[in-house]
């Protein structure tokens, strides 16, 4: 049985692909279109799944679509009927667009399918899951796990905002939800909007900010905004957020609350962002706490999986992981929106068909995410001749052992191989890479390479043999980087008496550690842990450069500039090299070092891109 998932029409549109229940592909939109968060039909991502599985559309038995349309519409409706007349300019915008596309999903979903397979009866075999399952859908049933509690959080589904599921070999079954207006995943996305960043794209940046900042207004949160029960369930108060009736995340009220006007993205960051991101940090972090205590408690469950939005905040992952309440955790990859397309193909294949389901309680089913296209090498040099680029072909070893001695010598890589990822994270499959025991690296990458704010951290890939002998992970594994862990002790630097006295962004040039490019301000880091089996060609150049140095760690961060997809195609990864200070390139076995490129073909990548 053949089923396609699609994600698509609101944001990070996508599609995956299932054959006899495995994964075979899985794909946004916005890698194809350069386009970030892409919402329209997936129709390249389609098209990507349906080539790695070699088939077409017309063997496909059933679509899969992640959420139920008339139920959002439903949504809209009820919310404005509640809070009329307020909201009426919000809803006047929002009307035409659903009368136009999205309540007529289901005929704009036949016709676009029926581009590619006119004659096919699309009518019997589109299937309609709800936003939530969908979430639960994709981290339960790819986890290693044959029983699992199931927690989801996110902005908001058809009227979810937070589920709790039961997982139980091929059955799943939500047991108890949060209804919109009450979301914790709305709150963190009030206080991005407010600090100055852009909701569903900011996230990241607040909780990479937070460790610079003091939680001082967590109690002003708790009194004023949220009112959270001992078992983790929340309530909002409406009082100060505008995302029901307007046309902005946070009102005047909350302005007053918090001292002034959300800031805007060209002013710069003060103190008191820093500690606005520290406090609702803290606060998602408590609650996800209390809901995971009470689960545990609840259920008896030894295993937990996450998915929604949410789930992709690494450091309160990594506090429910050293919390001790479950034994194992595992985070779909692609946790947000792109996920729910998985997650909709999943839940038709076991819920719908109630096909067989074996787990081995080790081994997920995600293939360590890398489940886009793929380019061989005879594609990769004609591609590249044809853009212009200067490379020589090196045999496996040669390009490992050129690639870490560039990287040992303080140079930005650029590492393009095998399939690309499925998820917002790239896991050296399309990364941009970096030596960790450097304390200008950090800098010298957000700066000169992604374009972006000084102050965000970079991720470490760790070989996963050597991994407890640099992070505090005891035992636990974390391939898709959605776990934070300290720097282990014998690795940290101590700070001087003076350098405990900074304050906010003072605090990045201290270097604490013997891989400070990559330990944050608080002496976390967002580790993937490198895995032989799942990224050969990864896991030879670290231990190469391992042997250089005596460190099995690289820093990774996704193959872009800030604003800009990761990277798709040879011709993406080429273009990138060339408007950016990236230093070496490798993409397959072609190795480019940028002094030999054509001056020519430079590029200024700066202002490429809408800012992010």
Request: hydrophobic share 40%.
């Amino acid at each position: 049985m053949v089923i396609l998932g699609i994600s698509a029409f609101y944001h990070d549109s996508a599609a995956a692909l299932l054959r006899s229940g495995e994964v075979v592909a899985a794909a946004q939109e916005e890698r194809f279109t350069r386009k970030k968060h892409d919402a329209r039909y997936p129709r390249h991502a389609v098209e990507c799944c349906l080539r790695e599985a070699g088939i077409s559309l017309k063997d496909i038995d059933y679509v899969a679509f992640y959420d139920k349309p008339f139920l959002k519409f439903e949504r809209l409706l009820e919310t404005y009927l509640t809070f009329a007349p307020r909201g009426f300019q919000s809803f006047r915008m929002a009307i035409p667009v659903w009368l136009r596309e999205k309540l007529f999903l289901k005929d704009l979903l036949r016709k676009e399918l029926k581009g590619h397979a006119p004659d096919y009866d699309w009518d019997s075999r589109l299937l309609f899951s709800e936003h939530h399952l969908s979430h639960a859908a994709s981290a339960f049933f790819p986890s290693p796990f044959q029983k699992a509690a199931v927690l989801t959080l996110d902005g908001v589904g058809e009227w979810t905002t937070t589920s709790l599921a039961l997982g139980n070999g091929n059955n799943l079954e939500i047991i108890q939800e949060i209804h919109f207006p009450h979301s914790l995943g709305l709150l963190y996305s009030a206080f991005t909007y407010y600090i100055g960043f852009k909701v569903n794209s900011g996230e990241y940046k607040v909780m990479g900010l937070a460790p610079y900042g003091e939680p001082k207004y967590v109690q002003t949160i708790k009194d004023h905004l949220i009112d959270i029960k001992n078992d983790g369930s929340f309530r909002l108060n409406l009082d100060y957020f505008n995302y029901c009736t307007g046309l902005t995340m946070t009102n005047e009220r909350f302005d007053h609350l918090f001292g002034g006007p959300p800031r805007r993205p060209d002013e710069p960051l003060t103190q008191r962002q820093m500690d606005l991101a520290a406090s609702v940090q803290a606060v998602t972090e408590e609650v996800m706490l209390r809901l995971t205590r009470s689960i545990a408690h609840e259920t008896g469950a030894k295993n937990l999986c996450l998915a929604g939005g949410v789930a992709l905040n690494c450091v309160a992952n990594g506090k429910i992981l050293r919390d001790g309440q479950f034994e194992n955790i595992w985070i779909q990859p692609a946790a947000g929106d792109a996920g729910g397309a998985l997650g909709a193909a999943l839940a038709a294949h076991y819920l719908f068909k109630g096909q067989p389901r074996k787990t081995d309680g080790k081994q997920d089913f995600m293939n360590g995410s890398y489940l886009g296209p793929s380019f061989t090498q005879e594609e990769i040099e004609p591609r590249l001749a044809a853009c212009g680029a200067k490379f020589e072909t090196l045999a496996d070893e040669a390009l490992f052992q050129a690639c870490a001695q560039d990287l040992a010598s303080g140079k930005a890589l650029g590492w393009f191989q095998g399939r690309m990822e499925f998820g917002p994270r790239a896991l050296g499959g399309r990364s941009i890479l970096g030596d960790p025991r450097s304390p200008t690296m950090q800098k010298t990458l957000n700066l000169k390479v992604k374009y972006r704010e000084s102050f965000r951290p970079f991720a470490p890939s760790v070989l996963q043999e050597h991994a407890d002998e640099w992070f505090e992970l005891n035992g636990a594994d974390s391939p898709y980087m959605l776990l934070v862990a300290d720097v282990a002790q014998k690795k940290r630097r101590e700070m001087t008496k003076a350098e405990k006295q900074f304050f906010g962004i003072d605090k990045l040039n201290v270097p604490r550690s013997e891989i400070p490019a990559v330990t944050h301000v608080d002496y976390s880091a967002r580790v993937q842990t490198v895995h032989q089996e799942t990224n050969p060609r990864y896991h030879a150049l670290i231990s190469a450069f391992h042997g250089l140095t005596g460190c099995p760690v690289v820093i990774n961060t996704s193959f872009n500039v800030r604003g800009e997809p990761i990277v798709c195609t040879p011709e993406d990864a080429f273009r990138c090299f060339m408007g950016t200070e990236i230093e070496s390139l490798a993409i397959g076995n072609c190795y480019m070092r940028k002094e030999l490129q054509d001056p020519g073909l430079k590029l200024d990548y700066k202002t490429a891109f809408e800012l992010d």
